[in-house]
């Protein structure tokens, strides 16, 4: 398929916060995929800021190179480098970056279009920030947010959504439960009318797998083990084997589905 349409293309900013494996796989996907938004949904992007916790934070309102991104953080070198120096400014923390973009979107030439803050840093389990506070900074500015963290869903979901809708913005977390399998969505766009009483299942891979594998015969550090050189458990699992995770994946889904006002704690 072609695209023939005469209409300029959209044009999304997408800034980064967190650029582990979740945020470079992102970028990876938006490359491959480049000529397939342009062709079926009209659209194309520019990745004008990214925020790490190891490798510096770098913005451009022109867009960065995110190919040489990919490369710096692969190579744990520091993201500054490609930092816009003719600004004059350079932010220090992903709230200061998020805030840097939005003062330079102003002063741009094309102030109206949407920034979209992408967070994808780890959770914390004791209260969801500093997730929660870059959720609300963006917000606060004007930009959408999608977070795949499972903080701010399971911490402040209903204090984030509703800021959110009277700022007139999106704050999405469909990534923060079941990865790529869409949940949210699905409740959204095909079950409108139906109110959701409860719910189960189990919505942590790395135990259920272990259990698999302690039904074949494997004790539970060895079946640990073979996850984590898999690649699909971290080296620290700590959150999964203690069932933190689950916690927050179950309060994110009865705080959406559900409009509840949980807390992993509460489970």
């Not at 996850?227 to 995770?245: C, F, H, T, Y």
Request: hydrophobic letters at 40%; one cysteine or more.
């Amino acid at each position: 398929m072609h695209r023939i349409d005469l209409t300029p293309l959209m044009t999304i900013d997408l800034a980064l916060i967190g650029f582990g494996h979740v945020g470079q796989r992102f970028v990876e996907l938006l490359c491959s995929e480049q000529e397939k938004l342009q062709e079926t949904h009209g659209m194309t992007w520019r990745v004008v800021g990214l925020a790490t916790r190891h490798h510096g934070l770098a913005a451009d309102i022109n867009g960065l190179d995110v190919k040489q991104a990919l490369v710096n953080a692969r190579n744990n070198d520091s993201l500054d480098t490609l930092h816009d120096a003719s600004t004059g400014t350079h932010p220090k923390n992903p709230d200061g970056l998020i805030k840097y973009l939005a003062s330079q979107k102003r002063q741009s030439t094309h102030p109206h279009r949407p920034l979209v803050v992408v967070e994808t840093t780890t959770l914390d389990i004791q209260h969801g920030e500093p997730a929660i506070e870059y959720v609300r900074t963006a917000i606060s500015v004007g930009a959408h947010v999608i977070t795949t963290n499972k903080g701010p869903a399971a911490f402040a979901y209903r204090e984030l959504i509703d800021y959110a809708s009277s700022v007139g913005v999106s704050f999405l977390t469909e990534g923060a439960v079941l990865d790529g399998i869409p949940v949210f969505n699905f409740v959204r766009e095909t079950l409108p009318g139906i109110k959701i009483l409860g719910f189960r299942g189990v919505v942590n891979a790395t135990t259920n797998q272990i259990l698999t594998d302690m039904e074949a015969g494997l004790d539970g550090a060895a079946a640990l083990t073979k996850m984590q050189a898999a690649g699909i458990a971290e080296a620290d699992a700590s959150l999964d084997v203690d069932g933190w995770d689950a916690a927050a994946k179950t309060a994110a889904l009865i705080n959406v589905l559900m409009e509840g006002r949980t807390t992993p704690h509460a489970i």
